[in-house]
């Protein structure tokens, strides 16, 4: 393998593997990594009043956990597997890194991103609002877990088919 595959150095993309049932953080943890799913799937859970409710269903090629790392605020569910799921492990310091770098314009527009996230994910569990987006969105549809975990940790240039571009 070449110098430049973060494949090659285990510390920057750790796996782990969840067997059916195994929660994986819990809300209100600090979150010290997210995780990119490579196959299984978890479920996305919020306790209520009115007892637990599924936000949605997590598959290959979704991340999680990743609104912790970027503003420092407790997890806001519980992950819990539904099936053996494996995933690669993305560490808080690489992804800090990341936005420590980007642009300031940048790094503050994904705070900000995650704000109206946590906002409206609130909101769709108090019952105010449906959420206005569709659960379980791939990060990039044409590309595998692994290419997507090193682009977050390498920073790789993730191209789309010009007919997927916005």
């Not at 993305?90 to 900000?112: G, H, M």
């Amino acid at each position: 393998m070449s110098e430049n595959n973060s494949l090659d150095h285990p510390e920057i993309l750790d796996r782990q593997v969840f067997h059916a049932g195994k929660v994986i953080f819990e809300e209100g943890d600090v979150g010290e990594c997210a995780y990119v799913i490579q196959t299984g799937a978890v479920d996305i859970v919020r306790e209520t009043d009115d007892g637990k409710v599924t936000l949605g269903r997590l598959r290959a090629g979704s991340i999680f956990g990743e609104l912790a790392l970027i503003d420092d605020a407790p997890r806001m569910a519980t992950v819990v597997s539904v099936e053996s799921t494996s995933v690669v492990v993305i560490k808080r310091e690489n992804l800090r890194a990341k936005i420590d770098d980007a642009d300031p314009f940048l790094a503050r527009l994904i705070c900000l991103l995650v704000n109206n996230i946590r906002s409206v994910t609130n909101a769709h569990v108090a019952g105010d609002r449906p959420a206005p987006w569709t659960t379980g969105d791939k990060l990039d549809l044409n590309y595998e877990p692994d290419e997507i975990a090193q682009a977050l940790v390498k920073g790789a240039f993730i191209r789309r088919p010009a007919e997927n571009t916005a």
